[in-house]
């Protein structure tokens, strides 16, 4: 199993700070750098920032990937050339990691007048991103995008080989991932929610002829650490608690769905409709923060002293290709982060 690490928007890093804890991290022995949606910068040009950074340490760099990039926010060509342009630029060590995003509530497909379907836009994306990627002449016809007669081209070569991983939670979506992707980009799973992610995405290849050992599961972990449990705790459940509730209380449909439709699926429907109750009173994210459920928490990541730290990663970690430890800062300081990444690192290292 690789160990990499995933830096966000949260932690407000200014450029010199990316430097210094991506050139920590290949110091560490981390094997990749991931960033994520709302990085706070432009996903590709930090992941070379990034990659950049490390070859003070490791020659080649670290392997670098956007997880994930959420397709509302340009078509796939485009996907296509900046993957490639970052592959090259890297010398093959760029990984493109794309996901449905936001595109199934309610509020998202009003804008566009008619119902989305998530699966097939996705299916769509994969297939031409990934024929663009070989070098194909794409000609296409989906049921949500199109693209005739496109080829990609970098400077009349080929793109170097990019993998392209799909975030998916549901079923469907990892069916499909098991088909089309080269990796997975899971979130906020318990042990027993890998081996379930497995099992779907090795159906998918099935169907496809593929071999499912080709296609690699990752996961961003969450790990945040102090001294003070209560300062974890509080840094944590905030972390959390976007994902679980969402920004607004869900409709029916919207709770079957997504991040809501996948803590629902691990057990936890009855908490979380207490706190929707609790939303609709009034009640500020401070009560939300205090009456979030630990067992939630702790089931998909982990809070408390750093001597703690490693053992539950592991634990969270197993079944996965690659484990990211995806940073959780205690504190709004630099070293906060770096307490993470140091508490987490791969054995042997420090």
């Not at 991931?34 to 590709?44: C, H, Q, V």
């Not at 401070?286 to 592991?314: H, N, T, W």
Request: charged share 20%; glycine share 12%; aromatic share 8%.
């Amino acid at each position: 199993m690789n160990i990499g690490v995933g830096l966000d928007a949260s932690l407000r890093l200014t450029p010199d700070q990316e430097t210094e804890l991506s050139r920590q991290a290949a110091s560490m022995g981390y094997t990749s750098l991931w960033t994520p949606a709302g990085a706070g910068y432009d996903f590709f040009q930090l992941c070379l920032h990034r990659w950049h950074a490390t070859r003070a340490v490791i020659e080649e760099g670290l392997i670098v990937g956007t997880a994930v990039y959420p397709v509302e926010a340009q078509l796939p060509q485009a996907f296509a050339l900046s993957a490639a342009t970052a592959g090259e630029l890297t010398a093959g060590r760029f990984i493109l990691g794309i996901g449905s995003g936001g595109v199934y509530r309610d509020a998202y497909q009003g804008r566009f007048g008619s119902d989305v379907p998530v699966i097939s836009l996705m299916r769509d994306y994969l297939t031409i991103i990934k024929r663009l990627l070989r070098g194909e002449t794409v000609d296409y016809q989906g049921k949500t995008t199109s693209l005739h007669g496109a080829q990609l081209r970098l400077g009349g070569r080929v793109p170097p080989p990019t993998p392209v991983y799909l975030a998916a939670l549901g079923p469907q979506m990892l069916y499909l991932g098991g088909e089309l992707a080269d990796g997975i980009s899971l979130n906020w799973c318990s042990a027993e929610q890998i081996a379930w992610s497995r099992r779907q995405v090795a159906q998918g290849a099935a169907k496809a002829g593929r071999d499912p050992s080709d296609i690699k599961l990752s996961e961003y972990i969450r790990i945040c650490v102090d001294d003070d449990v209560e300062v974890a705790r509080r840094a944590f459940i905030r972390s959390v608690m976007g994902y679980a509730l969402g920004q607004s209380v869900p409709s029916e449909r919207e709770r079957g769905l997504g991040y809501r439709g996948h803590f629902e699926r691990m057990g936890f429907t009855d908490e979380l409709l207490r706190l929707d109750m609790m939303r609709r009173e009034g009640a500020t994210e401070e009560q939300l923060i205090q009456a979030f459920p630990d067992e939630l928490a702790l089931k998909v990541g982990y809070y408390g002293p750093a001597s703690g730290a490693a053992k539950a990663f592991r634990t969270l970690a197993e079944g996965l290709d690659i484990a990211i430890v995806r940073v959780v800062a205690a504190r709004p300081t630099v070293e906060s982060a770096l307490a993470v990444m140091e508490a987490c690192q791969p054995a042997g290292r420090g």
